[in-house]
């Protein structure tokens, strides 16, 4: 009688861990999926600029958040952020960083540079790895070298590709994987985290929308009622995915999180060629595929990396059950 119950419980056990496995992969598709999304919704924001899209981003994405954490009562996840001088001063440089990505990335996609994002997202990995090394000073397994190697060829021949730095890319993929160093290094909810980042950016982007009302080229409010309520959204749209994601990063390993994130650039580089046209000459293409060469091998390793740590954690829990005494 005793084991029958041990062993349906063992078995309802599994089947619960199976259900939020399940529900976090599919909370990670969806924000994947939609981030890999965002280049059919920015271009309907204009005729705003960029660095318009960007200051309503800043503002509807703080007062989502506010409204979020007002319903789901969760102001307890701001304390201990608001209570760390030190935390608040690092989340400064990830306001800072976040700025520049979500600028970048607006840019990009409103003139034509929807393929070149994507690439950034695509190093992105393999660039928080270097930096990783050089900042953290975390040691490098053998392949993850190879990867990066080859991932630097490929810059080299899309720079000879584009006749010109892919600088598009590598200001998304370094910005990016600044924002999350210093996420790393902070440590806090990452909820919390976004509504001080977008705290800090609010006030800016509100003085910058009062100076394009001044000078007569608010888009805001002069366009469309669709157009405003579009930008009004901008803070729904910034904000879903990232509750999304921040739910399957509870319930599914980081190394399905690391496989999940390529989601996003090939949704990107698959609608920069097809639905948006942009061209692909060979040596584009060249680099491109140097790319996923270079991400098969530090995706490949990744995973065998996790497995291995994923084996030697059971193996270590086997045997501390065996050392229990009676």
């Known amino acids: 009688m005793g084991h029958r119950l041990t062993t349906s419980s063992g078995g309802t056990k599994r ?29 309907l924001l204009e005729p705003a600029s960029a660095l318009e899209v960007l200051a309503h981003r800043f503002v509807w994405s703080f007062l989502f958040l506010v409204v979020v954490m007002l319903v789901t009562r969760s102001w307890s996840r701001m304390r201990p952020v608001l209570r760390d001088r030190r935390v608040m001063l690092m989340l400064i440089g990830a306001t800072i960083f976040i700025s520049i990505n979500w600028g970048t990335y ?28 050089l900042i953290l000073r975390e040691r490098l397994r053998p392949l993850q070298w190879v990867a990066i190697g080859i991932a630097a060829l490929a810059v080299v021949v899309l720079v000879l590709g584009y006749g010109a730095v892919p600088w598009i890319a590598l200001a998304l993929a370094f910005s990016w994987a600044g924002y999350g160093l210093i996420k790393k290094l902070a440590g806090v909810d990452p909820i919390a985290s976004l509504a001080v980042e977008t705290a800090y950016g609010t006030p800016f982007a509100v003085a910058y929308v009062i ?51 390529y989601l996003t650039p090939c949704i990107q580089f698959l609608l920069g060629v097809t639905y948006f046209g942009e061209s692909m000459p060979a040596a584009r293409w060249a680099g491109f595929v140097i790319v996923w060469l270079a991400l098969c091998v530090f995706t490949w390793d990744s995973l065998r990396h996790s497995r291995a740590q994923r084996r030697l954690a059971e193996t270590d829990s086997l045997a501390e059950g065996v050392a229990e005494p009676a």
């Open 211 to 261: 100076w394009l009302a001044s000078t007569g080229s608010l888009a805001f409010g002069h366009s469309s009622p669709g157009n405003t309520v579009l930008l009004m959204l901008v803070g729904v749209v910034t904000a879903v995915p990232l509750l999304l994601f921040g739910g399957a990063a509870n319930r599914v390993p980081l190394s399905t999180i690391g496989v999940l994130q």
């Open 106 to 133: 607006i840019w990009a996609v409103n003139n034509g540079h929807v393929v070149e994002a994507s690439l950034g997202y695509f190093i992105n990995p393999l660039v928080v790895v270097l930096i990783g090394t």
């Open 15 to 43: 089947t619960a861990q199976q259900a939020e496995l399940r529900l976090g992969l599919l909370l990670g598709v969806g924000a994947y999926s939609l981030w890999g999304l965002f280049p059919l919704y920015f271009p």
